[in-house]
């Protein structure tokens, strides 16, 4: 006689078996049943984070890293719309994501009542879908979000539960789950005039984004590469696609020194645009008028067809559209490789560090060298994130994990914290500027609970450097941007999480070395001067 269970059971074994190895939240009393349920279930654990936007943040890493969708939660009301923050930032950074609130029972939906909102109206601009949690369909319902999760441009899915709904019977259910299909090819007719186009083209560029590292195409851009002998552009979430010091490198658009890679693709005459989301970069702030493009995508081009020409829009899979290119003999194109390199070389040289003091440029170089080769770094967002988006270099995809969809501050611990989590074999580290680490600082006090060992290199320059230069730009005195006068985090340990400082490279190499041999998280402090990013960042994409 099969045991009767109750709802709460049947979702975190459900979640369990869809691969689902975290929740991350801040419980309420509706919750206890659901921890209840975890703490007595394998292979699924339940993770107390200090903030629910901070618990979004985690449950994105994880969808982006794992298999499964990454899980979270948060209560009525406040729970919820803190809980947005990285809900919200899994929409547009295309993570899958299952997020879960506490909602008012039936009798109560509607009535004026403490913490009382509308939370299916509050997610529905947010996810791919929002839904409620009934007791008769648990994992139908689940199921069904983690499908439409992962399906097409991945993203959350909102599910409500009803307060109250735990504790009942669980209804039977049958069925297993099924993964979201892959894409058919495109069209073999649009793919055919994509060929034409590409053999006519005398300077095609490859513009390659988000969706062709979802797509797992980085050996077919590679050789797409090297067999007609063009340069590739990399959106920021791209990076790992092709490596730094390949001849058809060109940079990455929008980040840091942009002007630099403009020079390149401003002369093309055809984009072939792979896995190209705009989410992160507009096709029409970079792409030059002349040109035409193709696009090789999931989901049609989003772009301004009056103003540029949309010669093929091939809707399907990408890798498939790649082959379609591959199969084509190989020509050489007017492109100057050499003249490219040149300005490949002249642009890294310009990311150098300054003999004029410790900067930014210079922390970077140095944790590049001490983070191993397959090292992940997650960095916050602010000027730094501008910086590494062209400096850092970035052995392959995943190893270099930022928010450039949702760009929201606070990204950097709680990244750094759910890669550890997956990735426990991965040295992590965190970037962050001393803005941004305010806002979720409190997360370190989940690492050392934890034992999550991260190290958090903390770019402490007292200043909102890119509002600032904005500012300046505008012949705007400075004003609101200060961060403090001066000075450090000022305390040698935070949350009981050790906190080094260095103000210069070699004091800043040594404390790397040590915090990163230590057993649990530290903070490593480098005061540097933000006047180095006036210099390379807030560069036009046209030259």
Not at 33 to 42: H, L
Not at 407 to 435: H, N, Y
Not at 441 to 463: P, Q
């Amino acid at each position: 006689m099969t045991k009767e269970r109750n709802v709460a059971a049947v979702v975190v074994e459900t979640l369990r078996d869809l691969g689902v190895k975290y929740v991350f939240g801040v419980p309420s009393g509706g919750w206890v049943d659901y921890m209840e349920a975890m703490r007595r279930t394998d292979g699924i654990e339940f993770i107390l984070t200090t903030h629910e936007g901070g618990a979004g943040m985690m449950a994105d890493v994880c969808g982006r890293i794992g298999p499964a969708p990454g899980a979270c939660f948060g209560t009525f009301g406040p729970g919820a719309t803190n809980l947005a923050t990285g809900v919200g930032e899994a929409l547009l950074d295309r993570s899958p994501m299952i997020a879960f609130t506490d909602e008012m029972p039936a009798a109560m939906r509607g009535r004026t009542t403490q913490m009382g909102i509308d939370h299916q109206a509050l997610f529905a601009p947010l996810t791919k879908k929002t839904t409620r949690l009934k007791a008769d369909a648990v994992r139908e319902i689940l199921f069904d979000a983690a499908r439409v999760a992962l399906e097409g441009r991945p993203g959350p899915v909102h599910v409500g539960l009803p307060v109250g709904m735990s504790a009942e019977k669980a209804g039977a259910e049958n069925g297993a789950f099924v993964p979201p299909a892959k894409p058919v090819a495109a069209d073999a007719a649009l793919l055919a005039r994509a060929g034409e186009l590409f053999k006519a083209a005398k300077k095609p560029v490859l513009a390659v984004g988000l969706g062709a590292v979802q797509a797992r195409v980085q050996t077919q851009i590679q050789a797409l590469a090297e067999k007609h002998g063009i340069p590739v552009v990399l959106t920021p979430m791209a990076k790992g696609m092709l490596a730094e010091d390949h001849p058809s490198y060109a940079g990455v658009l929008f980040h840091a020194l942009s002007d630099m890679v403009g020079a390149t693709h401003a002369q093309a005459d055809l984009v072939v645009a792979v896995g190209y989301d705009p989410v992160e970069f507009n096709y029409e702030s970079w792409m030059a008028k002349q040109a035409k493009l193709v696009s090789f995508d999931i989901a049609p081009a989003d772009i301004d067809r009056e103003q540029y020409t949309v010669a093929v829009d091939a809707v399907g899979d990408i890798g498939a559209s790649l082959n379609a290119l591959l199969a084509l003999p190989a020509s050489r194109k007017d492109w100057d490789l050499a003249a490219l390199a040149e300005r490949r070389a002249a642009m890294f040289a310009k990311l150098e560090p300054s003999n004029r003091g410790f900067g930014p440029k210079g922390a970077l170089s140095v944790l590049r060298d001490v983070l191993s080769g397959d090292g992940i770094m997650t960095c916050d967002v602010g000027a730094h994130t501008h910086l590494i988006g062209q400096l850092w270099r970035t052995p392959e995809p995943g190893l270099q994990i930022m928010t450039n969809g949702w760009s929201t501050m606070g990204f950097g611990i709680p990244a750094a914290i759910a890669a550890k989590l997956m990735r426990p074999e991965k040295q992590v580290c965190a970037v962050v500027g001393d803005g941004g680490f305010l806002m979720t600082a409190g997360e370190l006090a989940t690492a050392i609970r934890c034992g999550i060992k991260i190290v958090v290199v903390l770019l402490t320059d007292n200043d909102l450097a890119l509002i600032r230069i904005k500012q300046e730009k505008k012949g705007n005195p400075i004003y609101g941007t200060p961060v403090r006068a001066n000075g450090t985090v000022g305390s040698d340990s935070i949350f009981g999480v050790p906190v080094r400082t260095a103000r210069d490279a070699v004091t800043f190499r040594k404390e790397l070395e040590a915090a990163f041999a230590a057993d649990g998280p530290v903070v490593v402090e480098a005061i540097v001067d933000s006047r180095e990013y006036d210099g390379v960042v807030l560069k036009k994409d046209r030259p």
